[in-house]
C-alpha cells in the first residue's frame, strides 16, 4: 500500500498561494512557488499558532501573518533570529496532480 495521497490538481493551488488540507488532527497548508514547486507545512506557526496559509510566499518562504516570522517551507524552521520549526510533510507532483505522504518529516519543536 502507498503512503502516498492524491490532494489536489496542481492548477487548483494558485501560484504563490495556498490550500488547507484538514485532517482528524491538524490544518496542512499546501503551498506553489512560483516555479511551481508544491511545500507542505502544519498550518501553524511556531510563534503563536498563525495560520501560515494566510501568509505571503516568497522563494521557498512564507511569512506568518501575524508577527511577520519567516518559515521554511522545505524544513518547517523558522529564519533566524526567530527560532523554531513546524511539521513538514513530503509532497511529489505526476502528471499535474499533488500527492503527499501524511508521515509528517519533522517534529515540531516548542
Avoid at 502544519?42 to 501560515?52: A, F, I, T, V, Y
Avoid at 501573518?65 to 524544513?75: M, Q
Avoid at 526567530?82 to 519533522?106: H, L, Q, W
Amino acid at each position: 500500500m502507498s503512503d502516498w495521497t492524491e490532494i489536489a490538481q496542481l492548477d487548483d493551488i494558485p501560484k504563490l498561494g495556498s490550500r488547507v488540507l484538514k485532517t482528524d488532527t491538524m490544518s496542512i497548508a499546501v503551498f506553489r512557488t512560483a516555479d511551481d514547486q508544491i511545500f507542505a507545512i502544519k498550518d501553524e506557526c511556531p510563534h503563536k499558532q498563525g495560520p501560515l496559509s494566510q501568509g505571503i510566499v516568497h522563494g521557498s518562504t512564507v511569512t506568518c501573518p501575524l508577527h511577520n516570522w519567516k518559515i521554511d517551507l522545505a524544513s518547517g524552521e523558522a529564519q533566524g533570529p526567530d527560532e523554531g520549526c513546524t511539521n513538514t510533510f513530503a509532497t511529489k507532483v505526476e502528471d499535474g496532480r499533488v500527492f503527499i505522504s501524511m508521515a509528517a518529516s519533522a517534529e515540531a519543536v516548542a
